[in-house]
């Protein structure tokens, strides 16, 4: 059986979908994330969380627009997929960068349902 991946629970991709933002959605679906809430990933993304940052620290308050890195100073390319086609289309990049990130904001991984909603956040925006 080509079974569905899942790493520690966090990512069940299909693979014929796996490399859009829709198929990525799909996958936090199918590992758990119920009911997805772009207005609840927003105030994920646009909150501290009791730390120096938030994710608008560095992917700005409006992800349609290139970012800058809150410590490096380094040019960051839009984080919406409707700015930036390359967006939430390699599974094992879009993960590597919410763990990391997560983890300097939230001092946490995020959760199955909170990347979610992140991620339909930000294919919200056009
Ligand atoms: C300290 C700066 C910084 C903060 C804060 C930050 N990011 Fe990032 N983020 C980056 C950098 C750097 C990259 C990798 C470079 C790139 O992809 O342009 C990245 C990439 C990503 C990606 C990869 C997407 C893809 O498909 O390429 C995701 C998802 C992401 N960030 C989400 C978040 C979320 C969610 C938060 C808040 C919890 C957050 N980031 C906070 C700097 C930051």
């Not at 569905?4 to 490399?19: D, E, Q």
């Not at 969380?49 to 390319?77: V, Y």
């Not at 993960?95 to 990347?115: H, I, M, T, Y």
Request: charged share 20%; with cysteine; glycine share 10%.
């Amino acid at each position: 059986m080509r079974s569905i991946g899942l790493a520690l629970g966090l990512l069940a991709v299909v693979p014929a979908f796996a490399g859009t933002p829709n198929g990525i959605l799909e996958g936090y679906r199918a590992a758990g994330a119920a009911t997805v809430s772009a207005p609840r990933g927003e105030q994920l993304f646009t909150s501290r969380h009791g730390s120096d940052w938030s994710c608008s620290s560095c992917h700005t308050g409006n992800p349609l627009a290139r970012g800058r890195h809150a410590t490096t100073g380094k040019d960051i390319a839009p984080l919406a997929p409707a700015a930036n086609a390359e967006r939430f289309t390699d599974p094992a990049r879009v993960e590597k960068w919410f763990r990391r990130n997560c983890n300097d904001v939230l001092g946490r991984a995020c959760s199955v349902q909170e990347k979610a909603d992140v991620l339909a956040y930000l294919m919200s925006l056009r």
